[in-house]
């Protein structure tokens, strides 16, 4: 989204928004829900793209702040090096929101993120469940140096340790490259029996099915040598294999309410209001983090065929209409 | 001054020196020579720290050589002219000329205009004229050559080799070279020479060494001795030169005859190189083109062979307009080149000799643009005798062989397609004696066949075997010789004297 | 087996014979990294194992032997890797159907998309001849901006997404098998094959390593520089896109990443392999030995479970080994 | 200025004082997008936003110096973008506490951090030359293996975490500012005017453009060539060293992803400056107006606000753009 026209009146204030990347399914959604949600929260928007690239970040927000931006929405995916930034925009008095993240230090007026160690928790119950405690996983991990894959990856793995240990966890650290998952879980396939597939993001989606099938494996849930899979992210795609039974169950990210939460806090900031711990009109809870900052935990639905409630969660339908999936043109 | 015992190099399977000695005494100018391949640049190499030697010792002044490493050591015990081209492209002429003792000013850093100034003094010693901010890589052959002399003879070392160094140079160069070389011999500095014109040999030196087959032969006083015995030791076998002019001669009497013209140049032009040359060359007739560097020759010679267009006139091979500035179009049209700067033009180092000598016959290699290495090894070994190249058999890289042997390989490469028309740049340029009759008695024997050939060069040798020799001067032509002419009337006629 | 390959192996000169025994340069490690893997895990030998792990190189076996092509005629290409991903993208984007999840244009049909993606190739290919044979760019420099061109185009026309569900031609080479070995197995070898011959056996081939090796004495023997090197680089960007329409039929799906850091692996395969980076050196089949030898020793990493953290240091270190291995054997300095 | 420039500007050959033009060679260019950036934003050239772009450019400016140093010896560095990680890297792990979030070692005090950062800097060069000079392998391929090597060690040490809370003395060059301006810029310049100094006016530097020229021609001249290599290829690594102290400084953390993918800006700057791969030829100045101009463009673009999933695109156009103009300008053919 680049800028929309007209300078930044009081009554449209201008704001600055970062895109940590573009080049995900999941990022892609996001930046076509800020624009969208810009007008419906009246505020005009800079926009600018870190390409997962900390530094760049540092240096669009310096260029965000020489165009006076009254407020800043960034979604650093590197929580430790973004503090100088946000010193820079503390200093400069301009309100930042963050997605996605939790920065390890620094002031922020709010965090706006589904907690990644959720979805983790999230897939590890769902196949803990269906695998009735035992069995072996595989877990196609995101990248090690990004912090939302480690968050899943500890999650999941503490969960499984603590609840279902006769399940052996086997983690594949995949780079977010598909191919490079494939591999590796083709490698995996050689060796003792799989019952079940973490995807640590949508990326590995369909590599994952053509392993399987290549080797007969993707047969329904009926049959006892079906392959329970777990995605994440909730794009499109996910949701219709959820309803073709490919794969069992993703964690929908939500994006859309990334964008509108985002904009909606940054432009609160701006008009001088504040907020406090506690649940919020729109279902989610504000709660204050150990650094001090309040951080809004947005829901991310676990999306299920039968829409059924797994160790102890609740998930809903791949049709359910509150899923940013369902409402996208593409 | 100067002394190797027992020197041995191996190159691989080939032995390049074999427990050769050689002494050098203070003062003495002293020629070595030998045919190609008989070990003489390694010698060099050796003597001026480039390459260890596998055995064997070389001492200065009686004392041991320096480190390998220590190069500034070196350079003060001796200075070399290489066969192989040291000076680099990208660099200025001044800075080639000064390369690790540029001239300093205040504060260790280097003083570009003091650089130029000697850069132009020491040029002008050589009456060498070039701009000496032009980068290296753009001067002609000679003009790299003298500069690279220069520089060796600049350092002030007592010790002085020159590889070939007249190989490059057109006459009045090589008399410009000489008269230095006797202004060094009376300051007391120490020559080591090695050519292959052995009259040069008898003309500046005063002891000569003979190697053959990486073994020394003889060292004995120039005095006294003439060039039969000289020779002989270079080939092991008692025969007189000349044979060569001989075949050639017979090859007059064949040639001629023949009707239309393989090669007709009408009022051929080029900017800044020649203009309005009318020229024919025909069947069995060798046409010799001479002339000093500046003269136009080789660019006229590289326009027939395709490798330039022409600005203006009209070129014919063997009655069909030639397509200007194709050198594939003028090889199919039966032309063969021997290009002058055989490493640039001349052939591919890491290939094979094979490779090389039948890169202009891909047709004969095999059906369908394929190549049949079989096929491709025997075209070669008849290439090989042929020209009685000295080589480990043909696939040996290029890069492996010697300086003459790589020059027969190019000659190869030429006549592998039977030309009807042969076109050479100084073919016999760094090439021994026997060897120069085998090129050129091969020149005698195409051109006996029915093929023209039209010889570019400044080296008597060269052209005394043509049937008429045309003079190019200032990029015309000046005059025309029938066979039999004098060296001094045909010397004078290169330096322009006379006309222009 | 070209000649060349005696050019490393000066103690050989003497037995022409053995020249092609450089090419066989790293069998001995590829050896070893077998006896070590099967004693790392039984399952390492297994036929499914082995089918696993040629399938998962063979796409990029393909640029590894496309780049051998470029680099033995003293050229470069960088821009192979995006080609990789970008040919399939945009087949895929031009066949998909317009709206829904397919975000696709919707043009043509889904027959079209084989043909497209070997014409996306194409079309890439000649673009970079134009700049690097008849501009004289600089080929480094030149598919260095292609490859971060194309890369960004995947990523502008796909909008980041990965585009799935697509023309069931498309899937073919990379899902089909033939007597119980994958299509892509097959074409991969079939194609190395080819080069080997080519390279080695014909009159063009021979010619880039003339050219590879000393470009004006190629000219004055009459080849013709400029059209054997277009002709090598457009074949190089026609493979590649034919390496990535492989892996697009395995996964399915094409990434907007699709290729991304690839060209590493291609140029340290093709170096280990005994390709030189100056051009006139090098053969096909020592190249697809490094590739093979990569891939196996990945292999060999992952069935035996190195700590995830260090999986990046050990390949680089194996390159490095590999790549002494390789100095050893051959006994040449390398530039 | 080394007259060498003269090099890439046949048509000055005779008027050896504007042989230095061919270092301005991009300087039109340079104005050309300040004109156009100003146009797009007025706030292009306001000092604030200079001061950004020189900043942000400046510790990859350090690496282009270095690789400029070790391309006109005529060899490569690919792994300098992973030392600029690494070193920095390391000396945290060293210096941080035990234990907590820190992950660090605490082996030594704060103080330690630079000098340790230089020292890894160092090894890792002595480690490339002793490969590259000392067992003549190839620069290539050797500093790529290193580079993914040094990448995998620094996601091994950090476990992929990033290191923070850093000793105040890895802050200083990227935090702090002298006369308003920040201390990376003035270092950044420094070096340049340095390396400017060293290798236009030094018998040491001009060795350099000897070596990349003809090492052979070179050695006969009676240069160490291969002591020259040595310090070139180690110099190069600990000025990457410090480019990534810079960073550190400046984003008061050490990410394990640190410095990856930057060396294809590194070599693309360089090249476009007029720095040949070739080795020999480009001066230090070309190769500062080369990164200038790059980081003034990405500027540009920002500020333009281009779409997203477009800027990839944009920036390989961009090289592509450059590179065309500088073949313009200087007239020559590249290698
Ligand atoms: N670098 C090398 N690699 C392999 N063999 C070599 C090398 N250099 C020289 N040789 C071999 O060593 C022998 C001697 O070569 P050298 O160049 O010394 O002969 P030369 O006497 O200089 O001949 P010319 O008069 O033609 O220059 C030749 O047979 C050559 O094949
Ligand atoms: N022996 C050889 N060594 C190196 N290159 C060669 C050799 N023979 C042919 N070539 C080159 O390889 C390429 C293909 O060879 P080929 O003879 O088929 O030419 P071509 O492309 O068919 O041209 P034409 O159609 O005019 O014959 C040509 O550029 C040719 O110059
Ligand atoms: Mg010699
Ligand atoms: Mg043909």
Same mark, same amino acid.
Request: glycine share 12%; net charge neutral; charged share 20%.
């Given at each position: 989204?680049?800028?929309?026209?007209?300078?930044?009146?009081?009554?449209?204030?201008?704001?600055?928004?970062?895109?940590?990347?573009?080049?995900?399914?999941?990022?892609?959604?996001?930046?076509?829900?800020?624009?969208?949600?810009?007008?419906?929260?009246?505020? $005009?928007?800079?926009?600018?793209?870190?390409?997962?690239?900390?530094?760049?970040?540092?240096?669009?927000?310096?260029?965000?702040?020489?165009?006076?931006?009254?407020?800043?929405?960034?979604?650093?995916?590197?929580?430790?090096?973004?503090?100088?930034?946000?010193?820079?925009?503390?200093?400069?008095?301009?309100?930042?929101?963050? %997605?996605?993240?939790?920065?390890?230090?620094?002031?922020?007026?709010?965090?706006?993120?589904?907690?990644?160690?959720?979805?983790?928790?999230?897939?590890?119950?769902?196949?803990?469940?269906?695998?009735?405690?035992?069995?072996?996983?595989?877990?196609?991990?995101?990248?090690?140096?990004?912090?939302?894959?480690?968050?899943?990856?500890?999650?999941?793995?503490?969960?499984?340790?603590?609840?279902?240990?006769?399940?052996?966890?086997?983690?594949?650290?995949?780079?977010?490259?598909?191919?490079?998952?494939?591999?590796?879980?083709?490698?995996?396939?050689?060796?003792?029996?799989?019952?079940?597939?973490?995807?640590?993001?949508?990326?590995?989606?369909?590599?994952?099915?053509?392993?399987?099938?290549?080797?007969?494996?993707?047969?329904?849930?009926?049959?006892?040598?079906?392959?329970? %899979?777990?995605?994440?992210?909730?794009?499109?795609?996910?949701?219709?294999? %959820?309803?073709?039974?490919?794969?069992?169950?993703?964690?929908?990210?939500?994006?859309?309410?990334?964008?509108?939460?985002?904009?909606?806090? %940054?432009?609160?900031?701006?008009?001088?209001?504040?907020?406090?711990?506690?649940?919020?009109?729109?279902?989610?809870?504000?709660?204050?983090?150990?650094?001090?900052?309040?951080?809004?935990?947005?829901?991310?639905?676990?999306?299920?065929?039968?829409?059924?409630?797994?160790?102890?969660?609740?998930?809903?339908?791949?049709?359910? $209409?509150?899923?940013?999936?369902?409402?996208?043109?593409? | 001054?100067?002394?190797? *015992?027992?020197?041995?190099?191996?190159?691989?399977?080939?032995?390049? @020196?074999?427990?050769?000695?050689?002494?050098?005494?203070?003062?003495?100018?002293?020629?070595?020579?030998?045919? =190609?391949?008989?070990?003489?640049?390694?010698?060099?190499?050796?003597?001026?720290?480039?390459?260890?030697?596998?055995? !064997?010792?070389?001492?200065?002044?009686?004392?041991?050589?320096?480190?390998?490493?220590? +190069?500034?050591?070196?350079?003060?015990?001796?200075?070399?002219?290489?066969?192989?081209?040291?000076?680099?492209?990208?660099?200025?002429?001044?800075? =080639?000329?000064?390369?690790?003792?540029?001239?300093?000013?205040?504060?260790?850093?280097?003083?570009?205009?003091?650089?130029?100034?000697?850069?132009?003094?020491?040029?002008?010693?050589?009456?060498?004229?070039?701009? /000496?901010?032009?980068?290296?890589?753009?001067?002609?052959?000679?003009?790299?050559?003298?500069?690279?002399?220069?520089?060796? #003879?600049?350092?002030?070392?007592?010790? *002085?080799?020159?590889?070939?160094?007249?190989?490059?140079?057109? !006459?009045?160069?090589?008399?410009?070279?000489?008269?230095?070389?006797?202004? #060094?011999?009376?300051?007391?500095?120490?020559?080591?020479?090695?050519?292959?014109?052995?009259?040069?040999?008898?003309?500046?030196?005063?002891?000569?060494?003979?190697?053959?087959?990486?073994?020394?032969?003889?060292?004995?006083?120039?005095?006294?001795?003439?060039?039969?015995?000289?020779?002989?030791?270079?080939?092991?076998?008692?025969?007189?030169?000349?044979?060569?002019?001989?075949?050639?001669?017979?090859?007059?009497?064949?040639?001629?005859?023949?009707?239309?013209?393989?090669?007709?140049?009408?009022?051929?032009?080029?900017?800044?190189?020649?203009?309005?040359?009318? @020229?024919?060359?025909?069947?069995?007739?060798?046409?010799?083109?001479?002339?000093?560097?500046?003269?136009?020759?080789?660019?006229?010679?590289?326009?027939?062979?395709?490798?330039?267009?022409?600005?203006?006139?009209?070129?014919?091979?063997? !009655?069909?307009?030639?397509?200007?500035?194709?050198?594939?179009?003028?090889?199919?049209?039966?032309?063969?080149?021997?290009?002058?700067?055989?490493?640039?033009?001349?052939?591919?180092?890491?290939?094979?000799?094979?490779?090389?000598?039948?890169?202009?016959?891909?047709?004969?290699?095999?059906?369908?643009?394929?190549?049949?290495?079989?096929?491709?090894?025997?075209?070669?070994?008849?290439?090989?005798?042929?020209?009685?190249?000295?080589?480990?058999?043909?696939?040996?890289? /290029?890069?492996?062989?010697?300086?003459? =042997?790589?020059?027969? /390989?190019?000659?190869?490469?030429?006549?592998?397609?039977?030309? +009807?028309?042969?076109?050479?740049?100084?073919?016999?340029?760094?090439?021994?004696?026997?060897?120069?009759?085998?090129?050129?008695?091969?020149?005698?024997?195409?051109?006996?066949?029915?093929?023209?050939?039209?010889?570019?060069?400044?080296?008597?040798?060269? #052209?005394?075997?043509?049937?008429?020799?045309?003079?190019?001067?200032?990029?015309?032509?000046?005059?025309?010789?029938?066979?039999?002419?004098?060296?001094?009337?045909?010397?004078?006629?290169?330096?322009?004297?006379?006309?222009? | 087996?070209?000649?060349?390959?005696?050019?490393?192996?000066?103690?050989?000169?003497?037995?022409?014979?053995?020249?092609?025994?450089?090419?066989?340069?790293?069998?001995?490690?590829?050896?070893?990294?077998?006896?070590?893997?099967?004693?790392?895990?039984?399952?390492?030998?297994?036929?499914?194992?082995?089918?696993?792990?040629?399938?998962?190189?063979?796409?990029?076996?393909?640029?590894?032997?496309?780049?051998?092509?470029?680099?033995?005629?003293? &050229?470069?290409?960088?821009?192979?890797?995006?080609?990789?991903?970008?040919?399939?993208?945009?087949?895929?984007?031009?066949?998909?159907?317009?709206?829904?999840?397919?975000?696709?244009?919707?043009?043509?049909?889904?027959?079209?998309?084989?043909?497209?993606?070997?014409?996306?190739?194409?079309?890439?290919?000649?673009?970079?001849?134009?700049?690097?044979?008849?501009?004289?760019?600089?080929?480094?420099?030149?598919?260095?901006?292609?490859?971060?061109?194309?890369?960004?185009?995947?990523?502008?026309?796909?909008?980041?997404?990965?585009?799935?569900?697509?023309?069931?031609?498309?899937?073919?080479?990379?899902?089909?098998?033939?007597?119980?070995?994958?299509?892509?197995?097959?074409?991969?070898?079939?194609?190395?094959?080819?080069?080997?011959?080519?390279?080695?056996?014909?009159?063009?081939?021979?010619?880039?390593?003339?050219?590879?090796?000393?470009?004006?004495?190629? &000219?004055?023997?009459?080849?013709?520089?400029?059209?054997?090197?277009?002709?090598?680089?457009?074949?190089?960007?026609?493979?590649?896109?034919?390496?990535?329409?492989?892996?697009?039929?395995?996964?399915?799906?094409?990434?907007?990443?699709?290729?991304?850091?690839?060209?590493?692996?291609?140029?340290?395969?093709?170096?280990?392999?005994?390709?030189?980076?100056?051009?006139? &050196?090098?053969?096909?089949?020592?190249?697809?030995?490094?590739?093979?030898?990569?891939?196996?020793?990945?292999?060999?990493?992952?069935?035996?479970?190195?700590?995830?953290?260090?999986?990046?240091?050990?390949?680089?270190?194996?390159?490095?080994?590999?790549?002494?291995?390789?100095?050893?054997?051959?006994?040449?300095?390398?530039?």
């Amino acid at each position: 989204g680049s800028s929309t026209k007209g300078g930044a009146s009081s009554s449209k204030p201008l704001v600055g928004v970062d895109y940590p990347r573009a080049d995900t399914d999941f990022w892609n959604s996001y930046i076509k829900y800020v624009p969208q949600f810009a007008g419906q929260q009246g505020v $005009t928007l800079k926009t600018t793209n870190s390409q997962n690239d900390i530094s760049k970040l540092a240096s669009n927000v310096q260029t965000l702040i020489s165009q006076q931006v009254k407020g800043v929405v960034i979604a650093p995916q590197d929580t430790a090096a973004v503090k100088p930034t946000l010193q820079t925009l503390a200093a400069k008095k301009i309100p930042v929101v963050s %997605i996605d993240t939790r920065p390890d230090s620094g002031k922020v007026f709010m965090i706006v993120r589904a907690d990644n160690k959720a979805y983790g928790e999230k897939a590890c119950r769902f196949l803990g469940t269906k695998l009735k405690g035992k069995g072996r996983v595989v877990d196609l991990e995101g990248d090690l140096t990004s912090i939302n894959g480690r968050d899943r990856t500890d999650a999941f793995n503490a969960c499984m340790k603590q609840n279902y240990p006769g399940i052996t966890v086997v983690g594949e650290p995949t780079n977010w490259d598909q191919d490079t998952a494939s591999r590796k879980l083709k490698t995996d396939l050689q060796g003792a029996p799989v019952n079940g597939v973490y995807m640590q993001a949508s990326f590995a989606l369909s590599g994952t099915l053509q392993a399987l099938k290549q080797r007969g494996m993707l047969v329904p849930p009926s049959n006892p040598k079906h392959v329970y %899979i777990v995605s994440n992210d909730g794009i499109p795609q996910e949701l219709k294999d %959820i309803k073709a039974g490919q794969i069992d169950a993703t964690v929908s990210q939500p994006a859309d309410q990334y964008a509108k939460y985002g904009l909606f806090y %940054i432009k609160a900031a701006i008009d001088g209001k504040t907020f406090k711990p506690g649940k919020t009109d729109h279902g989610s809870t504000i709660i204050r983090t150990p650094q001090g900052n309040l951080e809004d935990q947005l829901p991310a639905p676990l999306v299920t065929l039968d829409g059924g409630s797994y160790g102890g969660i609740t998930s809903v339908k791949p049709d359910d $209409t509150s899923l940013w999936g369902n409402h996208l043109g593409g | 001054m100067v002394e190797a *015992i027992g020197v041995t190099k191996r190159y691989g399977p080939t032995t390049a @020196l074999d427990a050769v000695g050689l002494s050098v005494a203070p003062g003495s100018t002293h020629a070595l020579v030998g045919r =190609n391949g008989a070990g003489k640049s390694t010698l060099v190499s050796v003597l001026t720290g480039l390459t260890p030697a596998d055995a !064997g010792t070389v001492r200065f002044h009686g004392r041991p050589a320096p480190h390998l490493a220590d +190069r500034d050591a070196w350079r003060e015990v001796v200075a070399c002219v290489y066969q192989r081209s040291t000076t680099i492209p990208g660099l200025t002429v001044a800075e =080639n000329l000064f390369l690790g003792r540029h001239p300093l000013r205040a504060g260790r850093l280097i003083s570009w205009r003091e650089l130029r100034r000697r850069a132009r003094e020491l040029l002008e010693t050589w009456q060498v004229d070039v701009d /000496v901010s032009r980068p290296a890589g753009e001067l002609t052959v000679e003009q790299r050559q003298f500069v690279e002399i220069a520089r060796a #003879l600049s350092f002030g070392a007592r010790f *002085i080799v020159l590889d070939e160094p007249t190989a490059r140079l057109d !006459g009045p160069a090589i008399t410009r070279l000489f008269e230095q070389l006797r202004q #060094l011999q009376r300051q007391g500095v120490t020559i080591l020479f090695i050519s292959h014109h052995l009259q040069e040999v008898f003309e500046i030196c005063d002891t000569v060494t003979v190697f053959r087959d990486a073994r020394h032969i003889s060292t004995r006083p120039v005095a006294g001795l003439d060039e039969s015995d000289l020779v002989a030791d270079m080939t092991g076998e008692v025969r007189l030169p000349g044979a060569a002019r001989s075949a050639a001669g017979d090859a007059a009497d064949g040639g001629l005859l023949g009707a239309a013209p393989v090669m007709e140049a009408r009022g051929l032009g080029l900017d800044g190189a020649y203009q309005d040359v009318d @020229l024919t060359v025909r069947p069995g007739e060798i046409v010799g083109l001479a002339g000093i560097a500046s003269s136009g020759r080789t660019e006229f010679a590289e326009t027939v062979a395709g490798l330039r267009a022409p600005d203006r006139g009209t070129l014919e091979i063997s !009655g069909r307009p030639a397509r200007p500035g194709d050198v594939r179009a003028a090889i199919r049209g039966g032309v063969g080149l021997v290009p002058q700067d055989r490493h640039h033009q001349g052939f591919v180092a890491n290939l094979s000799v094979a490779e090389n000598a039948t890169m202009t016959v891909p047709e004969r290699l095999g059906p369908a643009g394929t190549v049949r290495p079989s096929a491709r090894d025997a075209l070669a070994r008849t290439l090989i005798d042929r020209l009685d190249i000295k080589t480990d058999g043909p696939r040996q890289p /290029v890069d492996g062989l010697s300086g003459g =042997n790589q020059q027969k /390989v190019v000659m190869a490469r030429a006549l592998a397609g039977d030309p +009807r028309l042969l076109v050479m740049v100084s073919p016999t340029a760094g090439v021994d004696v026997r060897s120069k009759e085998t090129l050129l008695s091969n020149v005698a024997r195409v051109a006996a066949e029915g093929t023209g050939v039209l010889i570019a060069s400044d080296e008597l040798e060269d #052209l005394r075997g043509c049937h008429r020799v045309v003079v190019m001067f200032g990029g015309r032509i000046a005059a025309e010789h029938a066979a039999g002419w004098h060296d001094n009337e045909m010397v004078a006629a290169m330096e322009g004297i006379g006309h222009a | 087996m070209p000649d060349n390959a005696t050019v490393t192996l000066p103690g050989m000169r003497r037995l022409p014979a053995l020249a092609r025994l450089r090419d066989l340069a790293l069998i001995p490690a590829i050896i070893v990294v077998a006896i070590v893997g099967q004693a790392v895990n039984p399952v390492f030998l297994e036929g499914g194992n082995i089918i696993n792990v040629l399938q998962t190189m063979s796409e990029i076996a393909v640029m590894v032997l496309a780049e051998t092509l470029v680099l033995v005629a003293g &050229k470069m290409d960088l821009s192979l890797e995006a080609t990789f991903g970008l040919a399939p993208g945009i087949a895929a984007w031009i066949c998909l159907p317009a709206g829904g999840s397919a975000h696709g244009l919707g043009w043509l049909g889904g027959a079209w998309s084989v043909p497209l993606t070997l014409l996306v190739g194409l079309a890439i290919g000649l673009l970079n001849s134009l700049l690097i044979v008849r501009f004289g760019l600089s080929a480094f420099i030149v598919t260095l901006g292609m490859q971060i061109t194309l890369h960004g185009m995947l990523t502008g026309i796909s909008g980041g997404k990965t585009f799935f569900n697509l023309p069931s031609s498309m899937l073919y080479i990379g899902t089909a098998e033939w007597g119980g070995v994958p299509v892509s197995i097959w074409l991969c070898l079939v194609l190395f094959a080819a080069g080997v011959g080519v390279l080695g056996w014909t009159r063009a081939g021979r010619s880039l390593y003339a050219i590879g090796g000393n470009t004006d004495a190629a &000219k004055a023997a009459g080849i013709r520089t400029d059209r054997v090197l277009w002709v090598a680089i457009t074949t190089a960007s026609v493979l590649a896109a034919v390496g990535g329409l492989m892996l697009t039929g395995r996964l399915a799906s094409v990434a907007a990443a699709q290729g991304t850091g690839d060209i590493f692996t291609v140029f340290a395969a093709a170096v280990i392999g005994g390709v030189s980076l100056n051009g006139g &050196k090098g053969t096909v089949f020592g190249a697809f030995t490094g590739i093979l030898l990569l891939y196996m020793i990945q292999n060999v990493l992952t069935l035996a479970g190195v700590p995830a953290q260090w999986i990046g240091a050990f390949n680089g270190a194996i390159i490095l080994v590999a790549l002494i291995l390789s100095r050893i054997t051959s006994g040449k300095r390398q530039e």
